[in-house]
């Protein structure tokens, strides 16, 4: 199993510029999530997803979209990049709202 | 009000001995989980232990274990025998709710960074 994956694993983005981040699990997990990282800081969850076709925000959705068209797959997007979203961002999945969340290896932003 | 607080930016060990991080948590939930993710340098999260608000025996793996104190809302974690290798950042993280509708209620402290002294 190749667990969680994410693409890509650095990016520099230009003000206004729009990107996908890419993550997928193999595991069969029904929860995924999309979280963010500020340096020096805990991490904020962003989206969430409960099953493909349920998505629901976060403590941090503005500026972000995201998708569940699979069970595997879990794409974040950033529409008009902003310096503020500069960060790191972390994929996760777990079996269930309750278990223990495996995460990518994330993904680090930069916006100039 | 912040969910889980940790109170210590950064702790000192030697190495081979034992160490405790804080962790308190806020929630009117009886239903709730609590978990400590490791974070090394290298960036990736690492799950260390899980402790569900009605388990009634404090949750061990390995050389972690969790000091639960339900009525004053703290998980601590113990690190016993500590290693060079722990030298991470440590985060507690709470998930509250009951049944299977709480995703969106999973919260992070903001860690504290652990060194481990030869």
């Known amino acids: 199993n190749a667990g969680v994956t994410q693409t890509p694993k650095f990016r520099i983005l230009k003000i206004g510029q729009s990107m996908t981040l890419q993550c997928a699990q193999d595991m069969n997990h029904n929860y995924m999530y999309w979280y963010r990282q500020d340096p020096g800081m805990g991490l904020k969850l962003i989206y969430y997803s409960v099953g493909a076709g349920i998505t629901d925000k976060g403590e941090v959705p503005n500026g972000y979209n995201v998708s569940r068209s699979t069970t595997e797959d879990f794409p974040l997007r950033l529409e008009l990049a902003a310096p503020s979203q500069t960060s790191v961002y972390f994929c996760?999945?777990?079996?269930?709202?309750?278990?223990?969340?495996?995460f990518g290896p994330g993904t680090r932003l930069t916006v100039l | 009000a912040q969910k889980i607080t940790q109170t210590q930016p950064g702790m000192f060990v030697q190495e081979k001995e034992a160490v405790t991080l804080d962790c308190t948590y806020d929630t009117s939930d009886q239903s709730y989980g609590l978990f400590w993710y490791k974070q090394p340098s290298s960036g990736e999260m690492i799950f260390l232990i899980y402790?569900?608000?009605?388990?009634?025996q404090n949750a061990t793996e390995g050389r972690y274990s969790l000091n639960f104190q339900k009525a004053r809302k703290s998980a601590n974690l113990v690190i016993s025998a500590s290693q060079l290798g722990d030298s991470a950042m440590y985060f507690c993280?709470?998930?509250?709710?009951?049944?299977?509708?709480?995703?969106?209620?999973?919260?992070f402290g903001p860690g504290t960074r652990l060194s481990v002294l030869p």
């Open positions: 996760a999945s777990s079996f269930g709202g309750s278990g223990e969340q495996f």
């Open positions: 993280a709470m998930r509250e709710g009951q049944g299977d509708n709480y995703g969106q209620n999973f919260v």
């Open positions: 402790q569900g608000s009605y388990d009634e």
